[in-house]
């Protein structure tokens, strides 16, 4: 009887332990964790006086082994993935019961030596416990990191459809004033104004089909080649002379890469909107997009667009902008999805972007975007 009794004291508690251990390392049992280690605390502590306390017990000591094992495989899994209160908790019970599991098959004859003999399964707690919470840290840390970025990406994506799709809608709206007004006066004339406003705002679907798809997408939304017809669409709703002076030669244009090319739309497509909206009556824009090659520098691409003064008292320095301190560019748009972000965007990448007065009583947004 003695033997029945003393062999499921020692079993019992190694089965437990397994057992528990199965069950907080399937991801579907997770949820049963805290309940399994109770049972192993039960089941080992009740039993701990029990053992046979007797290094003849060779079985005793495997079994012992086997649940001191146990016991830290689910202390390091329990430091992983349980809530962290609870963690806490949990480990520093499982840490003093692996401690003391040896005591179990063996008696010390001193206190130094029972702390000894306790210290070894301690010390493995202390690690599982540490390796756990390393991972945990680090895990949290990863999502933490791709919530950053994802909302990052909304942001951007956010920005991109405001001033995209501003670009072509201002010019729809622009082209139905005009429209009205020749309608009044000469109703043959309005229906190049309605095809030419159709296609802008064909334009504006298209843009906003394509930066909406880049929420499953890792590529910039547009580039250089987008620069043209953002120009060809710009040309078509002003009285402006536009001249689009693109000097660069293939090669260059392979080597910009896909992100500086984005930025560089980006910055076209406000500045030829903020011109459509503060100095529509200009008479002539600008738009350059140059290789910068100067000497000790690395390769940029220099973008610039201008427009002249408006032939008017009234009208001012140009689009409205004011250059901030250092010759930062400012903005009078609400929201800072403008040119103040633009600048940002361009510092990050390594550049700079200014808007100012060009001296002439015309304004000019001028970025510099370096590429290794």
């Known amino acids: 009887m003695d033997q029945v009794l003393t062999a499921a004291v020692v079993v019992a508690p190694a089965v437990v332990a397994v057992l528990a251990l199965a069950v907080a390392a399937l991801p579907r049992l997770r949820h049963r964790a805290v309940p399994a280690v109770g049972a192993v605390l039960v089941v080992s502590g009740v039993s701990l006086p029990f053992g046979p306390h007797s290094d003849a017990d060779a079985y005793a000591g495997a079994f012992m082994l086997v649940e001191a094992a146990a016991t830290l495989g689910l202390t390091f899994l329990v430091a992983r993935h ?44 202390a690690l599982a416990t540490g390796a756990g919470w390393y991972l945990r840290v680090m895990e949290e840390r990863e999502v933490r990191a ?32 005009a429209a009205r007004v020749v309608g009044a006066e000469r109703p043959g004339e309005t229906l190049p104004l309605l095809g030419t406003i159709e296609s802008l705002g064909l334009q504006a679907l298209a843009t906003t089909d394509r930066t909406v798809h880049l929420l499953g997408a890792t590529d910039p939304a547009h580039g250089l080649d987008d620069i ?84 008017s008292p009234r009208s001012g320095a140009g689009p409205g902008h004011e250059p901030a301190p250092g010759g930062r560019v400012g903005t009078s748009r609400r929201g800072g999805t403008g040119l103040v972000a633009l600048a940002e965007r361009a510092r990050a990448l390594g550049g700079d972007l200014t808007a100012g007065p060009d001296g002439t009583g015309g304004w000019q947004v001028t970025a510099r975007l370096p590429y290794a």
Do not use: K, W, Y
Request: hydrophobic share 50%; charged share 20%.
């Open 82 to 125: 349980v809530p962290a209160r609870t963690a806490v908790t949990t480990c520093l019970l499982l840490g003093a019961l692996a401690a003391a599991v040896t005591l179990r098959v063996r008696t010390p004859a001193t206190a130094a030596e029972a702390v000894e003999q306790c210290s070894f399964f301690a010390l493995g707690a």
């Open 228 to 311: 043209a017809d953002a120009v060809v669409s710009f040309r078509a709703t002003v009285p402006a002379q536009v001249v689009h002076d693109a000097a660069l030669s293939g090669d260059q244009r392979a080597a910009v890469p896909r992100e500086i090319a984005a930025t560089a739309h980006r910055i076209v497509v406000e500045a030829l909107t903020n011109i459509r909206r503060h100095a529509p009556a200009t008479p002539r824009v600008t738009v350059a997009l140059t290789p910068d090659t100067t000497t000790g520098r690395s390769p940029a691409l220099a973008v610039t667009v201008a427009n002249a003064a408006v032939p």
């Open 146 to 177: 791709v919530d950053r970025t994802r909302q990052e990406e909304r942001l951007r994506l956010a920005r991109d459809l405001h001033d995209f799709v501003a670009h072509d809608l201002s010019g729809i709206v622009a082209l139905a004033q």
